[in-house]
């Protein structure tokens, strides 16, 4: 517990090396914010076990560390950003290296009239009117010290606005790269997307590191889909197992929206992945597809609510996991189903492989329902890999790891397969292929 | 091709197998017959290498090689294919996949090209016809939602895509109607050559006017009890079992 203290009070000493650092920015609105925040944040704890929302996940191994801002100027080799793509995929790229914008890695295609990609911190300055109207709105900070320390310290994030009526063909590729620096590094992306009414748009959030280290992640995503939106959001988590990566998704969804989500997730020694949307209007949908596959000490938490508050909306979740050697793996699955929200139709089901007799699930889901017409439905499931099959599949002379690795991306396909870029399926694939065949 | 001797083998250390002989050359089709539960599946099994079962006594030799000491998969590349009595359903993989990497893990394993798309393709659209299965059942999951009939012509399919030396049909028959049946036994008589062999494990004679056996051999209690011509099927057809569970096979083996 006296850690978790000191470790805040370390947070709250490195406000003002940060403050020095904004150049100038200090008198701007957005300031204002970070203040509140800050004065938040040394009002919450870290959550410890005893709080049932992280019952599974001790944070005690991130509290062990003294992680601060990165202030160095760091690039990243081409290479290492062209192993990263997708092949054959034409797409807009935003390359983010220890949690600032690089503008010469990145690479802004074709894009529509009035639909801007950019940096928050330069729209901050430009003090662009839609980032102040949205940013922090959706992910309350009053409440989640990890948002408070995120909103305390915002900087720079991926911002992303479709105007209304805008179709963005190609998909937006945001690289979040955590490269090698002299101390420990906390890097807090802070991103906002806002489709509005009638827009398209895919975007691809992707966090690695350049060397395999000891940093934390704490990112805050927000996204707005206006009336008759459609999102198409895909996260993959590649970052290094040493890492600790926290990350929160608020998602607002307005009548007729359509918002989906892929989270793949394989790398980092503790991730914890909140995933929030609101259904605020009638006849909207989300999907939230998830993969996590997990191996050695790792821990996935995945906490995820889906808020119907309104009559006509469809919700489908589906979370894999694929656990080997002592990992852990937390799912956590909320769904609300308000008073006025009749004809709902929700659907959640969480299956899990665990391949070593020393790995474990925790998995929960939870349905609140206050309307009375609705169709909700939840499964989970944890087993083995199905031993038949694989002998099945050896006795027709599919060695041993062939087997195996057939069997798992069978197990995966579900959400593999409804990811409807091709070339990021491709990648997922080559990923699911790489992390058990070593 | 094949020799097993005085082989015993059980699962949970219950025996299930209690010295079992059999030889089996190259051109020859020998069908195992006998009760429920007198130990042909086990048999089939213990043959393809199922870990489950445990082998404490005896020796098989295949090819010259001891067969007990080979992987599955192994035993599957040396040429050994078992048609499972009940074909496993695997969702999410294939028949394609299935069939394709089989194929050239097998191949590689013989030291052979694996074979282009093109190749493949040919080569499985001609063996589909001898099954008479749909090119949709090839995008469809192996086995998954497949009627008893196709699930087993699905094992004759794979069967000839590659043309094992030794193939182990483990009750192919059972539950087959006499369409699916005749299909069933062409696919299987399409591999009769001089230098491969058969073994039919079966609970009823009717598959064997369709696959004319060599040598038919009853399986009882662990044990093969008798062994003969095909005439010896016939006779079972016509008497059943009983006589064996009634403890009257010196009778009969004296005949």
Known sequence: MDKAIDIKDWYISNFGEF???????????????RKAALSNFSRLDFPSIKDEEWKYTSLAPLLKYNFSPSYEKK????????????????????????GKFSGESSNLLNLPEGVIIGSIAEELNNNNQIVSKHLGKYADHQNNVFTALSTAFTQDGAFIYVPSGIIVEDPIHIIFITSLDNGKIITQPRNLFVAEKNSQVTIIEHYVSSEETIYFTNTVTEIVAEENAVVDHIKLQEESKKAFHIARMEVDQER????????????????????????????????????????????FDAHTLMDHAKPHCNSHEHYKGILDDKSR????GKVIVRKDAQKTNAFQENNNILLSDEALVNTKPQLEIFADDVKCSHGATIGQMDEEAKFYLKS?????????????????SDVV?????????????KLITEKFNQ | MLEIKNLHAGIEGNE???????????????AIMGPNGSGKSTLAQVLAGREEYEVTKGEITYNGKNLLELAPEDRAREGLFLAFQYPVEIPGVSNTNLLKTALNEIRKYRGEEELDTMEFLSLIKEKMKLVDLDQKFLSRSVNEGFSGGEKKRN?????????????????????LDIDALKIVANGVNTLRSKDKAIIVVTHYQRLLNYIIPDFVHVLYQGKIVKSGGKELAFKLEDIGYDWVKNGKQEEMVTQ
Request: aromatic share 6%.
């Open chain 1, 75 to 98: 690039s990243v080799s081409k290479d290492f950003i062209s192993s990263l793509l997708f092949d054959e995929l034409e797409h807009s790229l935003m390359v983010f290296v220890s």
């Open chain 2, 155 to 175: 094992e004759i399919f794979q069967l000839a895509v590659l043309q094992p030396m030794l193939a182990i049909l483990d009750e192919t028959d059972s539950g």
């Open chain 1, 329 to 332: 793996g937390v799912f956590n």
């Open chain 1, 19 to 33: 403050e020095k650092r904004l150049n100038g920015g200090k008198e701007s609105l957005i300031h204002e914010k």
């Open chain 1, 256 to 299: 007729n929206s359509n918002f989906s989500s892929h989270l793949i997730s394989t790398g980092a020694d503790l991730t914890r992945n909140d995933f929030n949307s609101k259904l605020n209007d009638e006849g909207s949908e989300c999907t939230l597809n998830g993969l996590f596959m997990i191996d050695g000490t790792q821990l």
């Open chain 1, 396 to 412: 027709r002379g599919i060695g041993e790891d062939s087997s195996k690795a057939i069997l798992l991306h069978a197990f995966a």
């Open chain 2, 16 to 30: 299930i197998l209690k010295g079992i002989n059999l030889k089996v050359n190259a051109g020859e089709v020998h």
């Open chain 1, 417 to 429: 397969t409804s990811i409807k870029i091709e070339s990021v399926r491709n990648y997922i694939e």
